[in-house]
């Protein structure tokens, strides 16, 4: 009780030390440490088959772990799992839900399981359908219901119970453009008053919707740390592109000569434009460098932009330092 | 208690919004008069020295609602949650595995006795239209249907067993079904070995259902059949659970 009272202090929501699941002596997921704040919207990102569901069922208290601790707000998901399932609001991989009942009867259905009382379950199952846009569909049958409603009543039925957190397996797995929008614009609005734990195969999604990113591969875990930091990370080795109409070889001087250039590559565009690929030393924004020097010398300049490194470089730049390492 | 009785109510409501339900209703009111026919074809006529619900016992009709009913009753109990997945959205809410397990059981049992209600008009058609005011006793029809209470929990209890097993609803009630058969032919076991005077005979005398049944039918409650079939059924309900929990130990 005193570590929980502790941690509440401390503000985390989810503390996972040397968290091993191992499936017939194969490891699933191996020696995990991480932990969550409160208030955090924490994506879990790793390919398929990296231990992502694995891990999310562990803290979701649907099975334990082989070896390792977790705590959902201090308590132990395997010594005190009825205070941490009454803690959480789970949604697992493909969104099971019961096809033959109605939107507003399995709400009702599932907030009774989850012990609250008939007027409460009434009142939340009301609250809940005004939150994920059910209002429209209450009265239909599940089974009856587009993939993007059924996600919708999967996620009002995390929420049914007011959880401090939120475990959601693939939120947007197989729906279509727009209600993946929709879905993850719910999911951001839900952070403002939840703590989150999503996890995802696509690397903008985590990029998009949270403040903090766990990557795992292969069961273990390469980085966790905020979005920005993780960005930052690799920021810095930005490339940046630059069309400047002058000559090849006063170019070739010019990058030379400034000493943040690492390393440069010059191609001929269409006309008296070049295309120049620059590599600065890490930290350092040579833009207003280039435009000072364009100006200066009355040059043509038609396009200067840093290509901003996307999570996918990460994850692939993560796993390729990995199985360097392994080699 | 109270996300028990809520699993209770959704389990027995899934008969009610799904076509198992109904086609297991029809099928045993089927077989039901079917023996209901055969019942008046021995009445009429001749006199009998039986009691009205023996006969009823005579026509094996019963036999064959338990032993079919039964299975299609609870495969879906588990191996369909299992099958959809929602298996896992019920074990992460805070209900145990016990109140799992004694809510799936109570369910299908509730919708097993349900199926029987219909016979229930049997006595009261016969007392209607007989001359003797005595041709139906009270006692006899309370009997059977205690018979019919305790060995369809035990054979409730084998199917929500065998649902547990697996994933796929026909291997439950494949499963189930045989478990039920083995029990029932035991019961033959008794008329085909020699009347010997041993341990034997009397071992299998003890786990006769068709002699157990016969004893309710007549109208003796036998403590010795209730015990049988209240251990059996817990038996089954302990082995349920602890496949329930099998989850926590791999």
């Known amino acids: 009780m005193s570590a929980a009272v502790e941690n509440k202090k401390d503000g985390v929501m989810v503390e996972v030390e040397n968290l091993t699941k191992r499936y017939a002596g194969r490891a699933a997921v191996e020696g995990l440490t991480f932990s969550v704040r409160r208030g955090e919207i924490a994506g879990f990102l790793g390919q398929n088959g990296a231990g992502k569901s694995t891990t999310l069922r562990m803290l979701s208290c649907f099975m334990p772990a082989t070896s390792g601790t977790a705590r959902v707000s201090g308590f132990d998901v395997f010594l005190d799992a009825d205070e941490v399932r009454r803690r959480i609001g789970y949604m697992p991989e493909n969104n099971p839900l019961h096809l033959d009942m109605r ?9 009774r399981l989850k012990g609250l009382s008939r007027s409460q379950s009434r009142e939340r199952a009301d609250v809940v359908v005004q939150q994920c846009g059910l209002a429209d569909v209450t009265n239909k ?45 719910l999911i951001k609005d839900l952070g ?22 766990i990557v795992i591969h292969q069961g273990r875990i390469l980085a966790s740390d905020t979005t920005e930091n993780i960005q930052q990370l ?13 000559p090849m070889d006063e170019l070739r001087e010019c990058w030379e000569q400034m000493a943040e250039v690492e390393h440069f590559e010059i191609a001929a565009s269409e006309g008296i434009y070049h295309r120049c690929a620059l590599i600065p030393s890490s930290g350092v924004d040579i833009r207003p460098r280039i435009y000072q020097l364009v100006c200066e010398r009355k040059w043509g300049l038609r396009e200067l932009t840093r290509s901003r490194h996307t999570l996918e470089d990460i994850f692939l730049h993560l ?7 392994e080699l | 208690m109270q996300a028990y009785l809520t699993l209770v109510r959704r389990e027995l409501g ?21 023996s209901l026919v055969l019942l008046l074809e021995s009445l009429n006529g001749q006199p009998v020295d039986v009691p009205v619900m023996e006969l009823f016992y005579e026509t094996q009709f019963f036999w ?58 049997y006595p009261a058609l016969l007392r209607h239209y007989s001359t ?34 697996t994933r796929s609803q026909i291997l439950a009630a494949t499963n189930a079904f045989a478990l039920g058969i083995c029990l029932f032919m035991a019961s033959f076991l008794t008329r085909i070995l020699p009347l010997r005077e041993g341990w034997q005979t009397k071992a299998l005398t003890h786990i006769s259902i068709i002699e157990h049944m016969r004893d309710f039918v007549r109208g003796i409650v036998d403590t010795r059949h209730i015990v049988f079939y209240v251990s059996l059924t817990a038996f089954f309900l302990f082995l349920t659970l602890k496949v329930v929990e099998a989850r926590r130990w791999r």
């Open chain 1, 192 to 213: 403002r008053t939840h703590t989150v734990l999503i996890s995802t195969h696509l690397l903008y999604e985590v990029e998009m919707t949270c403040n903090r990113i």
């Open chain 1, 141 to 185: 049958v599940i089974g009856q219901l587009s993939k993007g409603f059924r996600q919708r009543v999967g996620l009002a039925d995390a929420l049914i119970h007011e959880p401090e957190l939120l475990i959601l397996d693939e939120p947007t797995n197989g729906l279509d453009p727009r209600q993946i929008q929709s879905v993850r614009q």
């Open chain 2, 132 to 165: 003797d005011p005595l041709a139906v006793d009270a006692g006899p029809v309370g009997s059977t249907f205690l018979g019919i209470f305790l060995l369809g929990m035990l054979y409730i209890a084998m199917g929500c067993f065998a649902s547990s097993l």
């Open chain 1, 103 to 111: 939107v507003r009867e399995y709400l009702k259905f599932r907030a």
């Open chain 1, 319 to 325: 796993t390729r330092a990995d199985r360097e390492e």
């Open chain 2, 64 to 121: 064959l609602i338990l032993l079919l009913a039964t299975p299609l009753i609870t495969m879906r109990s588990f191996a369909h949650e299992k099958f959809a997945g929602t298996y896992e959205t019920l074990m992460t809410t805070p209900v145990s595995d016990a109140q799992v397990v004694l809510a799936k059981f109570t369910g299908t049992m509730v919708f097993y006795l349900l199926a029987w209600v219909p016979l229930l008009t």
């Open chain 2, 14 to 34: 899934s008969y009610f919004i799904s076509l198992t339900g109904y086609v297991v209703i029809a099928g045993v009111l089927l077989l039901m008069g079917a």
């Open chain 1, 234 to 246: 690799m920021s810095g080795r930005g490339q940046i592109i630059a069309e400047i109409a002058a």
